[in-house]
């Protein structure tokens, strides 16, 4: 599926960054699907070396499941109702642990 929104920021001079999204929210058991996309100065897609890493969120870190597969991750909230209106920033990172993409992400209420 073709994603609605993204955000990219230029990684190198040659090397563009961006996640592709459907939503910035996620309601509580339920999920939210992100994917990596780097692309070279001649706008084709590339691979290339990156983790995914979860930040700025003030709440336990087990409350999320992380699924992981080649460039994506589908992040599962489980049900705590003490999550609603929280947020966290999805980052994807270098080798280097520089940052080469992030969106915030809320946390919503399933109802």
């Known amino acids: 599926m073709i994603a609605d929104y993204y955000e990219q920021k230029t990684v190198a001079e040659d090397l563009k960054c961006r996640?592709?999204?459907?939503?910035?929210?996620?309601?509580?058991?339920?999920?939210?699907?992100f994917s990596a996309?780097?692309?070279?100065?001649?706008?084709?897609?590339?691979?290339?070396?990156?983790?995914?890493?979860?930040?700025?969120?003030d709440f336990d870190s087990e409350n999320l499941i992380l699924v992981y597969q080649?460039?994506?991750?589908?992040?599962?909230?489980?049900?705590?109702?003490?999550?609603?209106?929280?947020?966290?920033t999805l980052n994807v990172i270098s080798d280097k642990g520089e940052i080469y993409a992030s969106?915030?992400?809320?946390?919503?209420?399933?109802?």
């Open 70 to 88: 080649n460039n994506k991750i589908k992040i599962i909230v489980k049900n705590n109702q003490n999550l609603v209106g929280k947020d966290f």
């Open 19 to 33: 996640i592709d999204y459907e939503s910035d929210e996620i309601a509580l058991s339920s999920f939210g699907e």
């Open 37 to 57: 996309v780097f692309k070279n100065e001649s706008d084709e897609n590339v691979e290339t070396e990156f983790s995914w890493k979860i930040s700025d969120n």
């Open 103 to 111: 969106i915030k992400v809320k946390i919503i209420a399933l109802w």
